[in-house]
């Protein structure tokens, strides 16, 4: 063999092997995430500080007569995390039109689960923070991350049921929904009628093309990209824009979408996000930062609210006869699993970013975040291996 030929087959089973192995893991997308988030504290509070903060705030305008993001940061967090946010729609609408929420039975337990969940958190964090400078808060505790709770469940194998991760991904997705209703209802600017008329004209012509059987992907990523451009002048978060465009997407054409997106959302957006947004410079008063209200509200809500919401609702649910334990599951297992969603990372930081003006506030919240999600995942695993050594559901 040639050695340019043997140096590519090197490549392939030395490098891309093993990367490609790793991206189907159902655990990457977590340690990933864990290690970007790791990695961007370190620089953070490095001698590189500066330099690493001021490359993703650097003030940056392409188009001067145009109105858009002005930063690096602002760029992730407004055009890049619509694309995730496109991604999580089409998993939304899959799961409402032929998923585990696609009937009543189905969806009873899981969204009785989420919307306790939800309520929960953002109760306690409220009478922490009611009337603080901090009570626009209250819906970082609300959020679940899909990809992080997913991936730790699967660190334990088979003795986590299949039956409770499907119940664990829709009680999430529907949790990622009403995140999506929270951010655009109370999360936005003041409203421009006319780009949200505009947006509103873009949805209905995509609507009917899709109706005429005309639905192609550079049209759905030119009708996105107008209809970005017009959510994001309207006053309502500009991701929201990847929501709508995905419940036009026909359902036989989700897979395509998804089976594109999946690698680059995971992989790129996703750790760019984590990278630019947990660059948390630690105070060295930081048993001080930890025992403000903010930052007692965050973790009350995510580490107790969550699995307190989420058991309370499902135990009404189960025994009015409106829903269904799970098969093959305990309660131990159940409420090991509202633990696990107390993972708020992604989306709790998201909404931090639209809930806070002020960076002091902001990094005391994503700490709180980061702890928070470190005491659920120990939490989760400790219940779920618990619940695992019994055969017999309680």
Excluded at 30 to 36: D, F, P
Excluded at 43 to 72: R, T
Excluded at 122 to 143: C, D, K, R
Aim: charged share 10%; aromatic share 10%.
């Amino acid at each position: 063999m040639s050695p340019l030929p043997r140096i590519r087959q090197i490549i392939r089973q030395q490098l891309i092997s093993p990367i490609l192995e790793f991206i189907k893991d159902s655990r990457a997308v977590g340690i990933t995430l864990l290690a970007c988030t790791i990695l961007s504290l370190l620089l953070a509070n490095s001698q590189w500080q500066e330099s690493y903060i001021h490359f993703f705030e650097k003030e940056m305008h392409l188009v001067s007569w145009l109105h858009l993001p002005h930063s690096m940061l602002h760029w992730i967090n407004d055009g890049l995390m619509a694309v995730f946010f496109f991604l999580v729609g089409m998993e939304i609408k899959r799961e409402l039109v032929i998923g585990e929420l696609s009937s009543i039975k189905k969806a009873a337990l899981p969204v009785a689960a989420a919307i306790g969940g939800m309520l929960v958190p953002a109760g306690i964090y409220i009478l922490f923070n009611a009337n603080t400078e901090y009570h626009s808060g209250w819906g970082i505790p609300m959020a679940t991350d899909i990809a992080f709770s997913l991936g730790v469940a699967s660190l334990l194998g088979s003795r986590v049921p299949v039956t409770l991760k499907i119940f664990l991904m829709a009680l999430a997705i529907i949790d990622d929904l009403g995140a999506i209703l929270v951010i655009a209802l109370f999360y936005g600017g003041d409203i421009s009628w006319y780009w949200l008329l505009g947006g509103t004209i873009i949805l209905f012509v995509l609507h009917l093309l899709n109706k005429v059987n005309k639905h192609h992907w550079f049209i759905t990523l030119l009708g996105g990209i107008l209809l970005w451009y017009c959510v994001f002048n309207s006053g309502i978060h500009a991701t929201i824009a990847g929501v709508l465009i995905a419940f036009l997407v026909p359902l036989e054409k989700l897979g395509n979408y998804e089976h594109t997106l999946h690698d680059p959302v995971n992989f790129i957006i996703l750790p760019l996000f984590a990278l630019a947004n947990t660059a948390i410079i630690i105070p060295g008063n930081m048993a001080e930062a930890l025992t403000t209200s903010l930052s007692w509200g965050v973790l009350a809500g995510l580490v107790l609210g969550k699995p307190i919401g989420i058991t309370l609702a499902s135990w009404i649910t189960i025994k009015s006869g409106l829903g269904e334990r799970p098969s093959g599951t305990n309660w131990t297992q159940l409420i090991g699993m509202g633990a696990l969603a107390g993972i708020g990372f992604t989306m709790s930081i998201f909404i931090t970013m639209l809930a806070f003006k002020d960076g002091n506030q902001q990094n005391i919240a994503k700490l709180a975040i980061l702890i928070g999600a470190v005491l659920s995942v120990f939490a989760g695993l400790l219940l779920l291996l618990l619940g695992s050594r019994s055969n017999k559901p309680a």
